[in-house]
Nanobody, 117 residues
């Protein structure tokens, strides 16, 4: 079964940076490479929301709230998706998850990002 393993979260002050990683374990290359991969986040008491997407051709899209601050990227050889987060704000505090845009892979445990003011 495919497992999504997120890592890289932590506690950072406002204005700081973090780089998240998500490895799709046991996903075959022919499935991963063309997949649109996405980062989502869920803040306490709120619904999970889409943060960014990246196609197999490396085309990207971002939620308005993170545009210009976050960058999504991928390494198909490593079956890994990254989220580089700069100029972090307290409102970015959430558990961050990755998945395909179809959300048909079991969710991983996510990685906690906490931004202090």
């Amino acid at each position: 079964q495919v497992h999504l393993m997120e890592s890289g979260g932590g506690l950072v002050q406002a204005g700081g940076s973090l780089r998240l990683s998500c490895r799709a374990q046991r996903m075959i290359t022919s499935t991963f490479n063309p997949s649109i991969m996405a980062w989502y986040r869920q803040a306490p008491g709120k619904q999970r929301e889409l943060v960014a997407t990246i196609t197999g051709a490396h085309n990207t899209n971002y939620a308005d709230s993170v545009k210009g601050r976050f960058t999504i990227s991928r390494d198909n050889a490593k079956k890994t998706v990254y989220l580089t987060m700069n100029s972090l704000k307290p409102e970015d505090t959430a558990v961050y998850y990755c998945n395909r845009d179809t959300q048909d892979v079991p969710w991983g445990q996510g990685t906690q990002v906490t931004v202090s003011s």
